[in-house]
């Protein structure tokens, strides 16, 4: 795909899944799935791998068209496009869009609109921070189909509002309100809804009008204090998501949900 140049306005028409515009050196990606709720499947995350490796923009600001950011992956891929026939694909795609948010040098906020749940709440878990409207509600979800979180939940979360809050995210399944996330540090802001994209774009806008060449320097700084080996829990998560997808509670997981129903667990 094109490499996007920073012109003012312009959408890159190269992508399906998401839109990208520049003006003044801030870049919108906006997941472009609204009749999904945005849910990610390997086109949206090739495409939004591709958008964030290939920016020239100072700053990113990631959000979703329509009443969700994101519902996570999509189900229906997941489980072989709604062909019980087909396994269930062995591992999640979000590992390369992840790694691209993680070794950028370009600042990234998440402006988060309704549900960022699942897969969703990862991605906007590697933003440098999030900005929610009062609608936005977050949640792992990933018990809840018999699988572990991905490398999100477990790294990233655990240092934006310590082992105890996360643990009790994960461990539950529960998805919380905008008040109730930026209570525990999960975000930075909570605005009502129509302030949301203003708001993001103030703060993008500071940030942009920085000397682009410090400000980089500084998001590299903050990456080499605070992440932990990525590569290693990244290989974990895989290997683990790998032998969870084959598990009888996970087909039930998300058998139930499609089935709108209480799921029964069996240990297996």
């Known amino acids: 795909m094109a490499e996007n140049q920073g012109n003012d306005g312009v959408e890159d028409a190269g992508y399906g899944d998401i839109l990208y515009e520049s003006h003044d050196h801030v870049g919108v990606i906006t997941l472009n799935r609204p009749d999904v709720h945005n849910a990610l499947r390997r086109r949206t995350y090739d495409e939004l791998e591709d958008a964030v490796r290939t920016s020239t923009d100072r700053v990113l600001i990631i959000t979703g068209a329509g009443r969700s950011f994101c519902s996570g992956d999509d189900v229906r891929e997941l489980m072989g496009g709604g062909d019980k026939k087909k396994a269930p694909r062995p591992a999640p795609r979000l590992t390369p869009a992840a790694d691209a948010l993680l070794h950028t040098d370009i600042p990234v906020i998440a402006a988060v609109n309704g549900s960022a749940v699942g897969w969703g709440m990862e991605l906007a878990l590697f933003a440098d921070f999030r900005v929610a409207a009062r609608s936005a509600k977050f949640g792992e979800l990933f018990v809840k189909r018999g699988l572990c ?3 999100g939940g477990i790294g990233r979360l655990a240092q934006l509002i310590g082992r105890e809050a996360t643990a009790e995210m994960l461990f539950t399944g529960e998805v919380i309100s905008a008040e109730d ?14 302030e949301l994209m203003p708001t993001a774009h103030e703060l993008a806008a500071k940030i942009a009008a920085n000397p ?6 500084l998001k590299s700084g903050l990456r080499r204090s605070l992440d932990p080996d990525w ?20 087909r039930e997981g998300v058998q139930s949900f499609l089935e709108k129903r209480d799921a029964h667990y069996v240990g297996r």
């Open 212 to 217: 682009p060449l410090a400000v980089s320097a």
């Open 149 to 151: 979180s991905d490398v």
């Open 181 to 194: 996330a930026k209570e525990i540090g999960l975000v930075r802001r909570v605005v009502d809804d129509v």
């Open 231 to 250: 590569a290693s829990l990244g290989r974990w998560v895989s290997s683990t998501l790998g032998e969870l997808f084959k598990t009888e509670d996970h």
